[in-house]
Structure formats: structure tokens, C-alpha cells
């Protein structure tokens, strides 16, 4: 069995979470410069063995997809030229950072440290993956 990788994909960082091999638990793994997001891939990918990439649906309340959608589609789009492979699934990402944010509070994180966004986002993305491994 391997492992799930998923994605809070956003224009300047992505955050990145992993499972374990037997895909129970839910881990930050950390964030990249989107820039950076398909080298960092494909060498995580060729080291480790991944079965599916879950990937942050941004949406609004009202259920209509967020604006980052259309450069999330243009990134599924070469990710599947890449790895034609791998199974990719999206996973609704609706109040994550603001969930991230109130688990670094409760985690008792100092304020310096709650400012630190790519820190928010390997939590969200995190949060996408346990939402997705308590719901499969």
C-alpha cells in the first residue's frame, strides 16, 4: 500500500501532508514555493511510493469554486502529463486555514510563530488529508 500526498495548493506556497505507508495517520510533511511544487514532486515521488494525490478544492460558502480553481486546473493538468499514473482526487478545503490557524492557538504556538503562512498551510493541508482518511 502506499502512501496519500496532498496538496493546499496556493499561488505562492503549497502546503504539502503525507500518511503513512498503511495510509492511518495524517502528517505536515512541509511547504513549497508553488514555483518549486512539480521538482519537489517528482523527487518525492521517485523516492517514496505514493498511490494518490488529494488535492484542496477552494470553495466558497456558497459551494462555487474559490478563484485559485483555474490555476489549480492548469497544475492538475501538467501533473497528469507527469505522472499520467498516479490517481488524483480533490478534497473539499473550506475553512482549513482558518482551522490551522485555531489548532496552532490551541497548540499553544506563540503569536510570532501563528504568523508563519507556510506553517498554516502544511497544516491545512494536513487537515484536507484527515478529513479525506476519516471519510473514505
Known amino acids: 500500500m502506499g502512501r496519500i500526498l496532498a ?7 503549497t502546503g504539502i501532508a503525507i500518511t503513512d505507508e498503511l495510509q492511518l495517520i495524517a502528517s505536515g510533511l512541509t511547504t513549497v514555493a508553488t514555483s518549486e511544487l512539480m521538482d519537489f514532486l517528482k523527487n518525492y515521488i521517485a523516492s517514496e511510493k505514493v498511490e494518490l494525490i488529494l488535492v484542496g478544492e477552494p470553495k466558497q460558502k456558497d459551494g462555487t469554486h474559490s478563484n485559485i480553481e483555474a490555476e489549480i486546473q492548469k497544475f492538475l ?22 482551522m490551522a490557524f485555531q489548532s ?17 498551510d502544511e497544516i491545512s493541508a494536513t487537515i484536507i488529508l484527515q478529513e479525506y482518511l476519516y471519510n473514505k
Open 77 to 98: 493538468k501538467k501533473f497528469s502529463k507527469v505522472f499520467s499514473d498516479l490517481e488524483v482526487k480533490r478534497g473539499d478545503e473550506r475553512y482549513t486555514s482558518k
Open 7 to 13: 496538496l493546499d495548493y496556493g499561488s505562492k506556497r
Open 104 to 120: 496552532m492557538i490551541d497548540s499553544g504556538l506563540k503569536k510570532k510563530q501563528r504568523q508563519n503562512k507556510a506553517l498554516v
